[in-house]
């Protein structure tokens, strides 16, 4: 049921995008802003958290997660679990 309930509400995920990305940010997600280095904001909501940040995944070192905090730490571990395997 807890699983179930993650699934149907949606969670705003807020994430910064280098501006070397923008290309991809601008036609990827919604509620693009751009900052006055160049780089972007865009809170998202989403329905399956751990399905996005394998996608944030995808931008590489130039996306990060800002908030929830919850998000953030999800994403932490994830990085310490990924370290572990490729030391």
């Given at each position: 049921a807890a699983y179930v309930?993650?699934?149907?509400?949606?969670?705003?995920?807020?994430?910064?995008?280098?501006?070397?990305?923008?290309?991809?940010?601008?036609?990827?997600?919604?509620?693009v802003q751009q900052l006055e280095n160049g780089d972007l904001i865009c809170e998202v909501d989403v329905h399956d958290v751990e399905g996005f940040i394998g996608y944030v995944f995808t931008f590489?070192?130039?996306a990060r997660i800002l908030?929830?905090?919850?998000?953030?730490?999800?994403?932490?571990?994830?990085?310490k679990n990924l370290q572990k395997i490729y030391k």
């Open positions: 309930q993650k699934l149907i509400l949606a969670q705003q995920i807020k994430l910064q995008i280098d501006k070397k990305m923008a290309f991809r940010a601008y036609e990827e997600l919604p509620n590489g070192e130039y908030s929830p905090e919850s998000v953030v730490e999800n994403v932490k571990q994830r990085i």
